[in-house]
C-alpha cells in the first residue's frame, strides 16, 4: 500500500478592509479619492473596506502608496534567508480569501529595485483591472493566462511572457481548464519592504 501524497499547507491570511477604511479615514480621503489615486473602482475599493472582495497584490500596493503606507502594513508574509530560494521549500502567502497563492523568488539586495513571485492562478480566476508606476515582466510557467493591456488582449501560454509598463491598465485571468503559474517580476518600490523582503 502506497503512503498518502503529502498535503500542501494552507497559505496564511489575513482580512485587512477595516484597516484600509481606517487608514482612509484619517488622511482624510474620500472612497473616491483613494480609489482614484489608487487606479481602481469605487464600487471595488467599497467591496475590499468590507472585506467583500480581495484586491491583487499589486492593487494592494497601490493602495497603500496612496496612503502614504508601505504595504506590509496590511499583510505579513515569510521572509527567505540568503539569496537562494529552493523548489518546494517556499512558503506560500496569501491575501485575505483570495484564491490566489504567492511564492516569493526574489531576496533582498543592497540597493536592489527587483521583486519576484511565483502567482498560483486558480481555474477561473480574474483579477480586477489595475495600474501603477513600475515595470512588469511576467513569464507562464504552467497553463494558460488571458492577459490585457490597456485595450488589447492576449492569450499566453506555459513558456509566453509579456513585458509592459504598470502605468498601462492592465489584468489577468485563468483561461485553460488548469491552474496556472505566473512568474511575475517587477520594479515596483511599494513591493519592497518588510513585506517582501
Not at 19 to 40: C, F, N, P, S, V
Not at 93 to 120: C, K, N, Q
Not at 139 to 157: C, H, S, W
Amino acid at each position: 500500500m502506497s503512503a498518502p501524497a503529502p498535503q500542501s499547507t494552507p497559505a496564511p491570511s489575513v482580512a485587512f478592509g477595516g484597516r484600509i477604511r481606517e487608514l482612509r479615514r484619517k488622511a482624510g480621503l474620500t472612497l473616491q479619492a483613494l480609489a482614484d489615486e489608487a487606479g481602481i473602482s469605487v464600487g471595488f475599493l467599497s467591496q475590499v473596506e468590507r472585506d467583500k472582495a480581495t484586491p491583487s497584490l499589486g492593487t494592494l500596493a497601490s493602495l497603500a502608496a496612496a496612503l502614504g503606507v508601505e504595504v506590509d502594513v496590511f499583510i505579513v508574509s515569510p521572509k527567505p534567508a540568503g539569496s537562494v530560494t529552493r523548489s518546494g521549500e517556499r512558503p506560500f502567502f496569501a491575501l485575505a480569501d483570495s484564491s490566489l497563492r504567492y511564492e516569493r523568488i526574489s531576496t533582498v539586495l543592497p540597493g536592489g529595485t527587483l521583486s519576484s513571485l511565483i502567482v498560483h492562478v486558480p481555474v477561473g480566476y480574474a483579477s480586477e483591472v489595475t495600474s501603477h508606476v513600475g515595470e512588469e515582466l511576467i513569464v507562464i510557467l504552467a497553463g494558460t493566462v488571458r492577459q490585457t493591456l490597456g485595450e488589447a488582449t492576449f492569450i499566453l501560454r506555459a513558456g509566453d511572457s509579456m513585458h509592459y509598463m504598470g502605468d498601462t491598465p492592465h489584468s489577468f485571468a485563468n483561461a485553460g481548464e488548469d491552474p496556472a503559474q505566473i512568474l511575475w517580476t517587477g520594479t515596483s518600490s511599494r513591493l519592497r519592504g518588510p513585506l517582501l523582503e
